[in-house]
């Protein structure tokens, strides 16, 4: 073999090489799963992601950030009838039993708590399939298109179903709140309940096994059989990994190889920081308007591997003025021609462009002004060689005396 044809196959062989990621693609044993980039959203690995299936327990994220963010979780809640008689884990609440909604946002969350969930939907919104619609609205708000939730807690019901897509929307989300992620990450809680007084620890594993385990939540039933959402950070890296209908210990290793992968195989890139000049553009000869980030963004992009990014501005309409920090398009990103991600972009200053018609206003309106002047002007010197003339009169006729 001559040394030009033993290099022209040791480049191609490296292309493809390098063109792979340092890490192969994790087997799992769940039926649905994905791996999202929880700065940016991006899937960066899916099975059966869109697939419909019992969520169990993890419903309890949906319920979690809407008490947390209705502003009352320091309400003293009034346990009803219907949470001591409820399946499934419990606190052993008592009817009549009075409740802080924190604590019960908290046992809900590490305990996996269905009596508290119930008492949680109950006192929100009055009963529960009042609170499944509230569920439903803010799920379709953020993305989650595919779901359907029937309960607070996760018992099997007919049409009670979610995605690991919408899941990892749904969590997205709610890592975003510094009192969700807080919760999520208790370990351990001590319980003072009415009947019964015991330290919960959180269901969660991962969080004293997994390097960098911050979260989230875990849910079993027999339908459902094992789900986890779970989520790390690493280095400023955080990923979102969810399972649906996996199998006993199966679960945590599907978490841990979800993101095992994504810490393996990806690293994030900062693209976009607020205040920071993305783009400018001109407006007309004399104005140019610069544009900024409206927030941080970032991508994960493969630590092997060609990969060609792009970005491509995307405008509205813009009239005769553009306010400081008003949105006026933004910025797409793409990775190997794939669109992956998008940034908006504000007015850095206040911008107002003079046009055609407006200079004629402005020439008449000029005029107009100048015309007025001229006529006060005018005014004014008559009225002082009036006054000139008197008094030139008046010393006459003093000195004729």
Not at 2 to 25: D, N, Q, R, V, W
Not at 220 to 227: D, G, L, N, P, R
Not at 284 to 293: F, G, I, S, V, Y
Request: proline residues 2%; aromatic residues 10%.
């Amino acid at each position: 073999m001559s040394k030009k044809c033993f290099f022209i196959i040791l480049s191609i062989f490296l292309y493809f090489a390098m063109s792979k990621p340092l890490f192969a693609e994790p087997v799992l044993n769940g039926k649905g799963a994905v791996l999202l980039d929880a700065q940016s959203g991006q899937v960066l690995f899916e099975k059966n992601m869109d697939e419909k299936l019992p969520p169990a327990s993890i419903t309890k994220i949906l319920t979690a950030i809407i008490a947390i963010e209705s502003g009352k979780l320091n309400d003293l809640v009034t346990v009803s009838a219907n949470p001591p008689f409820i399946e499934g884990t419990r606190v052993y609440l008592e009817e009549g039993e009075k409740v802080v909604l924190r604590d019960l946002v908290i046992a809900a969350l590490v305990y996996s708590a269905n009596d508290a969930a119930l008492a949680i939907a109950e006192y929100l919104s009055g009963t529960e399939e009042e609170f499944a619609k509230l569920m439903n609205k803010k799920a379709r708000e953020l993305g989650a298109v595919n779901s359907n939730f029937v309960n607070s807690h996760g018992l099997t019901e007919n049409g009670h179903y979610t995605t690991a897509y919408d899941m990892a929307v749904i969590t997205r989300y709610a890592l975003k709140n510094e009192i969700f992620r807080e919760m999520v990450s208790m370990k351990v809680f001590d319980w003072e309940g009415k009947a019964w007084q015991t330290r919960l620890i959180n269901k969660n594993q991962l969080l004293w096994s997994y390097k960098g385990a911050n979260g989230v939540k875990t849910g079993y039933t027999k339908e459902a059989k094992c789900t986890i959402v779970a989520s790390a950070t690493r280095e400023g890296q955080t990923y979102i990994a969810v399972v649906l209908g996996s199998i006993g210990n199966n679960t945590w290793t599907d978490a841990e190889r979800l993101l095992d992968y994504g810490f393996n195989n990806f690293q994030t890139v900062q693209f976009a920081h607020p205040e920071e000049v993305v783009a400018t553009i001109a407006l007309d000869e004399k104005n140019k308007l610069q544009l900024a980030a409206e927030h941080h963004f970032s991508l994960s992009l493969p630590q092997a591997g060609n990969k060609k990014v792009e970005s491509r501005l995307s405008l509205k309409a813009i009239g005769d003025s553009v306010d400081q920090g008003q949105v006026v398009g933004e910025m797409i990103y793409s990775v190997n021609g794939e669109d992956v991600g998008s940034v908006k972009l504000v007015a850095k200053e206040q911008v107002k462009i003079i046009n055609w018609f407006d200079r004629v206003v402005y020439l008449f309106a000029g005029i107009y002004l100048l015309q007025i002047l001229w006529r006060i002007v005018q005014k004014w010197r008559k009225s002082r060689r009036s006054r000139n003339m008197f008094l030139s009169t008046t010393r006459s006729f003093y000195r004729e005396l």
